[in-house]
């Protein structure tokens, strides 16, 4: 429960709508575009509501890009943006039977004629629209944040369950259907089981091969959806149940009509509603789908409740972001209750502590749990954590094992307090905390073994170096064995360090011994043979500086072209590179001035790794759009990615979205309307890709 402080002064006020909104948005843009959420949805909608009552109190406070403002979700870069013809609004949530009666109350104030409701599912999976023109499948569109997303009707289109082609039918000329995409236990697990047996191929032992498995079917459901060779979703069969009618044309007078209709046309509607006419029936649905989620083949995480007649959903009308007229009842996370045995403390590679609730395991959402996370010393605090507590578990997300909540009536009388570590458990150094940060740091960053492997497993990372024969154990093994120390080591591995070798992994309660057979190891001294192709700034990601990210190390490798410049660079000259502040700036300075990171590196050039770009002869680099700003939308002859190249070769810098700063926009075919009307607002010059061609002649 959220206690909202009494009389809250407007600086505190302020600080607390900050927080909010940053947090929210960032959550908000994990799970709509990573499709990776880390907080339960229960935790979100309490952190939402409280940001609401804030803004409710100080409305001269509140951000233009506040979540309470809008759906939620970015646009991805890699589909066009599509305006929708109808906002994709969302609902309002609650899991509370008092707010449900208090949605009723307000409805009966409001509408006095007889009226009932209907009561479906609320499937867990991607809300997508599906636009028919004289019965064929024209578009296919993500929700994206409500007002545009991603057309993703190529993909759409290999779904079996969502017809291309209308049979002959009373159905308007052109209208839109709204529903659900998602994949079915069954279709997940089997996927799965498929990938394991690719993980085992390679090699990989049973932590490693967990840790890679798809986590669950809603969040492989969205990536999938997501990829751009409509073979390869083809390959993951999805499922899709429609629910909601948007047309310009009447076609019933109710919702559940309209459900009849889409059945008769031939679209998936679930079986799974009900027309219900007062509360007693609405809970007896809710309840009866809370017990029998567990036996359904897909994923539901509550039940929805909309006003059936359309006259009077039109009543009842919107609110800026949600329809008055329906509510969404969620079910809670299923909870555990079960003992605190230890808290221990992992060190990641950055040096950043995080307390790690050991628990006596206890059977959750189908899964053993053994450990949660406690985040932080504030966490701690706030439980008010005792040894041996009885604690409440829940699975935020369905995904990330939390500690809710410690029941007081069980505690031992004279049981001590958990205070937080004052030293690394693993050096003995001891922990600091910067100033306005909740996380404490080990500074031994060159010395402490979990950040010494972590900066190794970080280097073999996909989007780094991309050494997937290696996983996280087989890393802690060759350290412990001292065969490696950095990253630099791998490189002087051979079947004579690797056959044969043995070592230990896994926790302190499922310890095994691992002999390197010589087939893992081919595959391993394959894999990092291979990464000495990995282009520069991928390399430059590779050695975990830190707040060098992706985009930042492509940013410093396309500036300054080779590691040695990089290096040599002043604080000054770093940040005169596009968007590089000077705590970056900093950070790039510190590293390079390390003697132990210069001896690596050194090494690393002698393995033959890429540290300067490759020139492409066949590109003449010139400086024609030195100071320009570009930003490429629509198709074109040529890809969008070779128009940005051309920009980039040529002194330009690419952008992501129309601001006044823009120079000019390059306009193809089905560009997004938005992004017109915004340029042309702005006066910002539009050229067509044969005038922005004629530019760099």
């Not at 009494?6 to 799970?31: C, V």
């Not at 430059?540 to 072209?561: D, N, P, S």
Request: hydrophobic share 35%.
């Amino acid at each position: 429960m959220i206690i909202f402080t009494a009389h809250m002064n407007e600086i505190d006020a302020k600080i607390k709508i900050d927080e909010l909104t940053k947090q929210l948005n960032e959550h908000n843009y994990n799970y709509y575009t990573l499709s990776q959420p880390n907080i339960s949805d229960f935790d979100f909608d309490l952190q939402l509501k409280e940001l609401e009552k804030l803004e409710a109190e100080f409305p001269h406070l509140i951000h233009d890009d506040s979540p309470t403002k809008k759906v939620g979700g970015a646009i991805t870069k890699e589909f066009e943006t599509i305006k929708h013809k109808y906002p994709m609004l969302s609902l309002g949530n609650t899991y509370s039977e008092d707010e449900l009666k208090d949605f009723d109350t307000r409805i009966r104030k409001i509408i006095i004629e007889d009226f009932e409701y209907v009561c479906e599912l609320k499937f867990d999976g991607l809300a997508i629209g599906l636009t028919y023109k004289n019965g064929k499948l024209i578009r296919a569109v993500t929700r994206g944040d409500g007002v545009q997303g991603d057309d993703v009707t190529n993909n759409v289109k290999t779904i079996k369950s969502i017809p291309q082609q209308l049979k002959p039918g009373d159905y308007p000329d052109e209208f839109e259907i709204r529903g659900e995409i998602f994949m079915h236990r069954k279709t997940f697990d089997k996927l799965n089981d498929d990938y394991r047996k690719e993980l085992e191929a390679k090699g990989l032992d049973e932590e490693e091969i967990r840790e890679k498995l798809y986590k669950n079917p809603r969040n492989f459901a969205s990536g999938t959806l997501k990829m751009q060779d409509s073979k390869e979703v083809a390959k993951r069969p999805l499922d899709c149940f429609l629910y909601f009618i948007y047309s310009d044309v009447s076609i019933a007078e109710t919702h559940f009509d309209s459900l009849k209709k889409a059945e008769s046309w031939g679209f998936q509607v679930s079986d799974q509603y009900k027309k219900c006419k007062t509360l007693d029936e609405i809970f007896a649905f809710i309840n009866k789908y809370d017990i029998e989620r567990t036996n359904l083949s897909y994923e539901i995480d509550g039940v929805v409740i909309k006003v059936n007649n359309y006259h009077q959903q039109q009543e009842l009308g919107f609110t800026a972001k949600n329809p008055r007229w329906a509510i969404s009842y969620k079910f809670k996370s299923q909870s555990a209750l079960t003992v605190l045995q230890k808290v221990t403390y992992q060190v990641g590679r950055t040096g950043a502590i995080t307390p790690v609730a050991n628990l006596k395991p206890v059977q959750l959402a189908g899964t053993t749990v053994k450990r949660a996370s406690l985040y932080n010393a504030d966490e701690i605090d706030r439980l008010d954590l005792h040894e041996h507590d009885w604690v409440f578990v829940e699975k935020g997300g369905e995904i990330i094992p939390k500690i809710t909540g410690v029941d007081i009536s069980k505690r031992q009388l004279f049981s001590a307090k958990i205070l937080y570590a004052i030293h690394c458990p693993e050096c003995g150094a001891a922990l600091i905390r910067k100033e306005g940060e909740v996380v404490h740091y080990c500074p031994n960053e060159n010395v402490c073994p979990p950040q010494l492997k972590g900066k190794i497993e970080h280097f073999i990372g996909r989007k780094a170096m991309n050494i997937d024969s290696l996983g996280a154990e087989t890393i802690s093994g060759l350290y412990d064995k001292g065969v490696i120390k950095n990253y630099a080591d791998l490189y002087e591995l051979n079947d004579e360090k690797l056959i044969g070798l043995e070592f230990t992994v896994g926790d302190d309660d499922e310890k095994k011994k691992r002999s390197l057979q010589a087939k893992s190891v081919e595959n391993i001294l394959k894999g990092i043979n291979l990464s000495k192709k990995i282009p520069f700034e991928r390399v430059l990601f590779a050695l975990g500086i830190r707040m060098v990210g992706e985009t930042v190390a492509k940013k410093l490798a396309q500036h300054f072209y080779t590691i040695d410049k990089i290096a040599n660079a002043t604080i000054e000259e770093l940040i005169n590179v596009h968007e590089i502040g000077e705590k970056i700036a900093e950070q790039v300075v510190k590293f390079f001035a390390d003697e132990n990171n210069k001896l690596i590196i050194e090494k690393l050039k002698t393995a033959g790794l890429q540290f300067e770009m490759v020139h492409d002869e066949s590109i003449v680099r010139t400086d024609k759009l030195l100071g320009q700003t570009f930003l490429v939308s629509g198709t074109f002859i040529r890809s969008r990615d070779e128009l940005k190249k051309l920009i980039e070769v040529n002194g330009g810098r690419n952008v992501s979205g129309v601001a006044k700063s823009l120079n000019y926009l390059i306009a193809g075919d089905k560009m997004g309307p938005e992004k017109l009307k915004k340029a042309t607002d702005l006066n910002i010059k539009i050229i067509s890709e044969e005038e922005f061609m004629q530019m760099i002649q």
